[in-house]
């Protein structure tokens, strides 16, 4: 017999462990993707209140990051503390999340100076011009006298003084 008619393919089964923390890295890596090119997307140059939050408003830029932080940190120490998740491990999960929601929103409440700045977003073009056309002919006066105009002076004028 040859051996590969011998040999018996190994199955190679990935534990419920491994396969959450795969997906879960993934996700992370996407959503950590997304959430950096909403932050620091570019705005128009020379106009200011464009772009994405970091530029328009990098106190609350600076609040959600700091919070997310705070989060990965909470989750990395919950996750290695508990190991058993079907009952007190959700509910810590659950209620670390929450307060530090909480605490996000009041910090964003009680920031000195205030967490968002208020800018006009500046065109990025002028607004055209208003002509003024008009459809009729310009009128003379009624009056018959013949409308002057001042003839501009020339060096060769006797109004301008010579060296």
Not at 3 to 32: C, D, F, K, Q, Y
Not at 61 to 87: C, K, N, P, Q, S
Not at 121 to 130: I, R, V
Not at 147 to 156: C, D, E, G, I, L
Request: proline share 10%; no cysteine.
């Amino acid at each position: 017999m040859s051996p590969s008619r011998t040999r018996r393919p190994v199955h190679r089964h990935r534990s419920r462990r491994e396969v959450i923390t795969a997906v879960g890295g993934a996700a992370a890596v996407v959503l950590g993707t997304a959430l950096m090119v909403w932050l620091l997307r570019p705005g128009t140059p020379g106009a200011e209140g464009t772009g994405g939050l970091a530029s328009r408003q990098p106190r609350a830029a600076w609040l959600v990051g700091l919070t997310l932080i705070a989060f990965v940190l909470f989750l990395w120490w919950a996750l290695r503390r508990e190991r058993d998740w079907r009952g007190r491990g959700v509910i810590i999960l659950i209620g670390g999340g929450v307060v530090l929601l909480l605490a996000a929103v009041l910090a964003g409440i009680l920031w000195p100076g205030g967490l968002l700045r208020h800018t006009e977003a500046t065109p990025s073009a002028p607004p055209p011009a208003a002509s003024e056309t008009s459809s009729t002919a310009p009128t003379t006066p009624t009056t018959g006298a013949t409308p002057t105009t001042a003839t501009p002076t020339t060096a060769a004028s006797p109004t301008t003084k010579g060296p």
